[in-house]
């Protein structure tokens, strides 16, 4: 089995900053990209940004410039460096990885159970 946790939202107010993280861990051989989503209530979820084993990334529109996303291979962790929050950023931020467990030929996709990020005054 592999396991996705996240850590590090909480309630911040506009202009400040947070890093989240994610850690993989269980039965991995490999793990292809890690992405961050979110989900605000009544909107459907939305890719933030990803990241390939290679470190190429991706941002949305809505984040370039403000957050920074990266990964630690040897540790199979994540990173989303969020700088210069804004009210819409506040959703619930789901960590994902494309992941081959050991012992299958395959590539699936793995979620955490998600970490609350709250910006208000």
């Known amino acids: 089995q592999v396991q996705l946790v996240e850590s590090g939202g909480g309630l911040v107010q506009p202009g400040g900053s947070l890093r989240l993280s994610c850690a993989a861990s269980?039965?991995?051989?490999?793990?292809?990209?890690m992405a961050w989503y979110r989900q605000a209530p009544g909107n459907e979820r939305e890719l933030v940004a990803g990241v390939t084993s290679g470190a190429s990334a991706t941002y949305v529109d809505s984040v370039k410039g403000r957050f920074t996303i990266s990964r630690d291979n040897a540790k199979n962790t994540m990173y989303l460096q969020m700088n210069s929050l804004k009210p819409e950023d506040t959703a619930v931020y789901y960590c994902?990885?494309?992941?081959?467990?050991?012992?299958?030929?395959?590539?699936?996709?793995?979620w955490g159970q998600g970490t609350q990020v709250t910006v208000s005054s």
């Open positions: 269980g039965s991995i051989f490999s793990i292809y990209t």
């Open positions: 994902n990885a494309v992941v081959r467990p050991v012992g299958s030929q395959n590539f699936r996709a793995y």
